[in-house]
């Protein structure tokens, strides 16, 4: 049995995460899932919605327990292979480095250009930009604790 997982998380920009962790939690497109040491290897798509990474060690985006850093994603692919687990992300934000007033700003325009009369194309893009901004904000509130969606 190993002790703990290697993850890997990268974007088309960036490698926004390496190191050791405990467990992964993600969205998954059929509900959140979590992974742990020893997981049989699998590939999972996953959504909008927190990925969090359960870790001891100290790290510059840990919240204030230092036993998790919180990301909004918007979705991609996870992979578990002997315990290292790749996450290929569309756009992952670590909730120390999101900016609420834009999130916020994001979310208010969404709705606005959902509230007209739109295409089924354009109402889609715009739902997925609203949900985007509520996930952003979401995990965002868990470290700033009083902005609301």
């Known amino acids: 049995m190993a002790d703990e997982l290697t993850v890997d998380i990268v974007t088309p920009d960036e490698r926004s995460f390496q190191g050791p962790a405990d467990g992964v939690r993600a969205p998954?497109?059929?509900?959140?899932?979590?992974?742990?040491?020893?997981?049989?290897?699998?590939?999972?798509?996953?959504?909008?919605?927190?990925?969090?990474v359960k870790t001891q060690a100290a790290h510059e985006y840990a919240d204030v327990h230092n036993d998790r850093i919180i990301f909004a994603t918007s979705g991609g692919f996870l992979e578990i292979i002997d315990n290292?687990?790749?996450v290929l992300a569309e756009t992952v934000e670590p909730a120390s480095e999101i900016d609420v007033d834009r999130a916020e700003s994001a979310k208010e325009r969404a709705k606005q250009r959902l509230e007209q009369g739109l295409q089924q194309e354009e109402r889609d893009t715009y739902e997925s930009a609203r949900d985007r901004a509520r996930n952003r904000l979401r995990v965002a509130m868990g470290k700033v604790g009083t902005q609301q969606t």
Do not use: W
């Open 28 to 52: 998954g497109i059929e509900g959140s899932f979590e992974v742990r040491e020893d997981h049989a290897p699998m590939i999972a798509a996953f959504g909008i919605g927190p990925l969090i």
């Open 84 to 86: 290292k687990v790749t």
